[in-house]
Nanobody, 123 residues
Framework: QVQLVESGGGLVQPGGSLRLSCAASGDTFKSYAMGWFRRAPGKEREFVAAISWSGENTYYADSAKGRFTISRDNPENEGYLQLSSLKPEDTAVYYC????????????????WGQGTQVTVSA
C-alpha cells in the first residue's frame, strides 16, 4: 500500500497560482495512477485531474481544463497539481489519491487517499 501526504495549499487571491504536492511513501509509487479531487464546503467530492502511472496520459474535469496541470515525478515519489487563474469557486480541500487500476480514474473509488490540503481563493 501507499501513503499520501498533500502540501502546498493556502490563501491566494483570484487570478493567482498555487502548486500542490503529493508525497508518496510505502509501495512503489510508479505502479499507481494518481488523481486529484476536491471538496468544497457543502458539496460532494469532485474529480479534478488524473494521471497514468507513466505520466503519459492525463485527464481533466471541464472546470480544470486550461487552468490546472497535473504531473508526477516517479523517481521522487511525488505528484503535483499546478493551479493557475484561480477563482473563488476553486476554494476547497484538495485530495490526492492513488490506485493501481488504469481505468475509472475520474471516479472517487481510489484505494488510497491523503488527508487533504486547503485551498482558499479570496480577495
Amino acid at each position: 500500500q501507499v501513503q499520501l501526504v498533500e502540501s502546498g495549499g493556502g490563501l491566494v487571491q483570484p487570478g493567482g497560482s498555487l502548486r500542490l504536492s503529493c508525497a508518496a511513501s510505502g509501495d512503489t509509487f510508479k505502479s499507481y495512477a494518481m488523481g486529484w479531487f476536491r471538496r468544497a464546503p457543502g458539496k460532494e467530492r469532485e474529480f479534478v485531474a488524473a494521471i497514468s502511472w507513466s505520466g503519459e496520459n492525463t485527464y481533466y474535469a471541464d472546470s480544470a481544463k486550461g487552468r490546472f496541470t497535473i504531473s508526477r515525478d516517479n523517481p521522487e515519489n511525488e505528484g503535483y497539481l499546478q493551479l493557475s487563474s484561480l477563482k473563488p469557486e476553486d476554494t476547497a480541500v484538495y485530495y490526492c489519491a492513488a490506485q493501481k487500476r488504469e481505468y475509472g480514474l475520474g471516479l472517487p473509488s481510489y484505494d488510497y487517499w491523503g488527508q487533504g490540503t486547503q485551498v482558499t481563493v479570496s480577495a
